[in-house]
């Protein structure tokens, strides 16, 4: 699972420097982080309403499909910031085996 991950943060690397005119993630990182943060609030508001739908209708097509440009955007952001999606996996692995108590705590510390 992860290794799509891995191969959409060297995509989203690449074109930081590529060109806004034939690459959709480079017009967003051209256009600068708020655009791209506009995207993210776009795209959860649009997983929430999906999400809403689903459990109505049973069809979990569309959020599927909402979570899905959810998790791009963000990588977009993230990449746009010099983070890769590595970096959130590392985050999801320290949690492991911890508690949500212990989770909570761990944050206090740091
Ligand atoms: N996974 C994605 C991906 N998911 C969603 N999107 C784009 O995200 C946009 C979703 O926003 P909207 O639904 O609001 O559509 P929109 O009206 O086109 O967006 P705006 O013009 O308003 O910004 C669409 O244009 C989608 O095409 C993506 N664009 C690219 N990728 C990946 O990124 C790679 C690089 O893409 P390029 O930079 O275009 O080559 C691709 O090979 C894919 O792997």
Redesign the pocket.
């Known amino acids: 699972m992860s290794d799509v991950l891995q191969q959409?943060g060297d995509?989203?690397e690449q074109?930081r420097h590529?060109d806004p005119e034939?690459?959709?993630?480079?017009k967003?990182h051209h256009k600068g982080l708020n655009k791209i943060l506009e995207?993210v609030g776009?795209?959860a508001t649009e997983t929430i309403i999906a999400a809403k739908d689903a459990q109505h209708s049973g069809d979990h097509s569309d959020v599927i499909y909402e979570t899905?440009?959810l998790w791009?955007?963000s990588l977009v952001a993230l990449s746009h910031l010099g983070e890769s999606p590595q970096a959130v996996l590392d985050e999801l692995a320290r949690r492991f085996g911890m508690s949500g108590l212990e989770e909570k705590a761990s944050r206090q510390k740091s």
């Open positions: 959409l995509i989203l074109r590529g034939s690459s959709y993630v480079a967003l995207k776009e795209e899905a440009d791009f955007h």
